[in-house]
């Protein structure tokens, strides 16, 4: 399973690294469809620790979330691709619709979120204050999205 690990390993792992000293970092996602926006996300928070554990959307979580015809790919899928992304460390997959339960399990250091949101917008926002965990917002200016992306690749084929 490589990088790709279920919350319970993962919060062993966790726990024995910031025995190390080690700063946890956490940043999630649905990941349908990479692109730049994603890479740029992840590497943003990245800098701000020492180990990168992406959390992903699990299908039923993305179908929840995005609606209908989503997720494009599966997750096992999306949770390959993110696992090659150079600065990932670990990858877990959660069923939830937020990552509360997530962020309750692994407990790390720093909580990133994309620049889609504020400090103030994040769902998670008094589950991390309750523990301790630090929210951090990383990335470039929300201008890529999977949504987009779609309309873009159908536009063009039905261009054809």
């Not at 554990?53 to 979330?65: A, F, L, T």
């Amino acid at each position: 399973m490589g990088l790709i690990k279920a919350r319970k390993e993962l919060s062993s792992i966790v726990k024995r690294l910031k025995k190390r000293g080690k700063k946890i970092v956490f940043a999630n996602g649905c990941f349908d469809i990479l692109h730049v926006g994603h890479i740029r996300y992840l590497k943003g928070a990245k800098k701000k620790g020492d180990v990168l554990i992406v959390g992903i959307n699990s299908d039923k979580s993305v179908r929840r979330i995005k609606g209908r015809g989503r997720p494009i790919l599966s997750q096992g899928d999306r949770a390959k691709l993110v696992s090659a992304i150079e600065v990932v460390d670990y990858v877990t997959i959660f069923n939830e619709d937020n990552v509360e339960r997530t962020l309750e399990v692994l407990r790390p250091d720093i909580h990133v979120k994309g620049t889609d949101y504020t400090k103030d917008t994040v769902p998670e926002k008094e589950t991390a204050k309750r523990l301790g965990i630090k929210i951090v917002i990383a990335g470039d200016k929300k201008r890529h999205s999977t949504k987009e992306l779609l309309k873009t690749i159908i536009g063009k084929y039905r261009n054809e």
